[in-house]
């Protein structure tokens, strides 16, 4: 079996402290792989710089001269961690890249490297996507663990089809890469998308490691929106409960109102009135609720209508 050419995509954002540990890292995996006969000679890495404000993107560059497997791709902004895996993938697999495969990891290197070989295999097996899933985050903090784990069951509940406790560290063969091309919205969550192309799947054990270097880039903002979008994109469930939600509290308006409406005719209307106050609130605060979240998806469905490109490549090295 010829041995396929593989692009390891790595989203880069003000990664100028973890870079000079990750590519020594990440080629000397392409070098091991290549030995083994299980990867292309042409394979190579592509680091996406998603706008940097410090000096990734001059070490890119600098590695690209040592190395011509270190391909890099510049955007001109900051789009985003799933827009820039994005952009990374697409190029990968188009005219010049023509990667049979691409691995996707965040460049801190925080998933096991390991894994990637095992991908491979797995693809040799018959299988266009292989998760990486972490069996274990004790190096993340409790808070970031407890806030993750109960996101990806959420997820669950909420009916989406995604696979617990998996990020953004996966496998996918070209034409899942080209069918995920033809998901077209801008609030991109890959994770629910991927399980969605359908192809033969399967996933290997990782454990998750602390980040060597650098902060982390993920803002609890960034972080707070990719889970927003992580349920709204997928599911209408949310509306659905607000409704439900609402129409509960309408009966016990009404049943207020008959409640102050007999103490009205008995004559002791005057206690009344707190109850009617406190009712006003509840159903207020509801109407806000319920109209926010409206708020959400009509946004969503305005950014969707204006088809806008997701990302603009300032330069591709290659
Ligand atoms: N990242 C990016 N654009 C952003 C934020 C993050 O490309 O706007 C990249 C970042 O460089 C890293 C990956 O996404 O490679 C994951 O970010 P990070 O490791 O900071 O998140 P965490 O692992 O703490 O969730
Ligand atoms: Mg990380």
Redesign the pocket.
Known sequence: MTPIKLAIV??????AEMLPISLPRLLSLLDSMTREGKVSADSFLLL?N?GSRDSTWQIITEAHERDKRCHGLNLSC?V??QN?IMAGMLTAVDGVGMADAVVTI???L?DPLECIPEMVDNYYDGYDVVYGVRTSRQSDSFIKRFTAECFYKLQSQLGLKTIYNHADFRFMSRRVVIELEKYEERNLYLRGIVPMIGYPSTTVDETRMA?EAGE???TWR??LRLAFDGITSFSVRPMYMILTLGMLFVLVGIGIGIYVVVSLLKGVAVPGWSSLMLSLWIVGGVMLMAIGLVGLYVGKVYIETKHRPRYHVEQYLH
């Open positions: 790595a989203p880069c954002y003000n990664e996406v998603d900051n985003g961690h820039a965040d460049a801190d925080q980040r982390t880039k993920y960034k972080m």
